[in-house]
């Protein structure tokens, strides 16, 4: 039981590269997108602290991410306009403590409306289909 005042450990964040390869490896190569991704991929990798946010259990768009974290894509920016994309990871038992598993990578808000969401695309890794 963690002690008062004190923070909890830091929860690792893992990239299967499967799953990677699904949601990454789609996007042109030399794409903004797929280079912010790899940018954030790197610098989580590399020990950069992280904010995290939860996301909606269920969403007025049909998605249910329940226990999710988003991360804004770039890394510590804010806003659509900051940080178009995002990272949605789900929590796995890793060993004998947890882990932070990447499910889902994409726009968070896309101008074009027949492209998917983070959050959908999220939906979709969870539940077999988009919402």
């Given at each position: 039981m963690p002690q008062a005042g004190k923070e909890p450990p830091e929860i690792a964040f893992v990239f299967a590269e499967a799953t990677w390869?699904?949601?990454?490896?789609?996007?042109?190569?030399?794409?903004?997108?797929?280079?912010?991704?790899?940018?954030?991929?790197?610098?989580i990798e590399e020990g950069s602290s992280v904010q995290r946010f939860k996301c909606k259990a269920e969403g007025d768009d049909g998605t249910r991410l329940p226990g999710c974290i988003k991360v804004y894509v770039p890394l510590g920016r804010q806003g659509a306009s900051e940080?178009?994309?995002g990272f949605v990871f789900q929590v796995i038992q890793r060993g004998e403590g947890l882990a932070w598993a990447f499910i889902a990578f994409g726009e968070r808000h896309p101008d074009d409306p027949d492209e998917r969401t983070v959050y959908e695309r999220a939906h979709k890794g969870?539940?077999?289909?988009y919402p």
């Open positions: 390869s699904q949601e990454v490896g789609r996007l042109r190569e030399r794409s903004p997108a797929r280079a912010q991704a790899e940018r954030a991929r790197r610098e940080a178009p994309y969870l539940h077999g289909r």
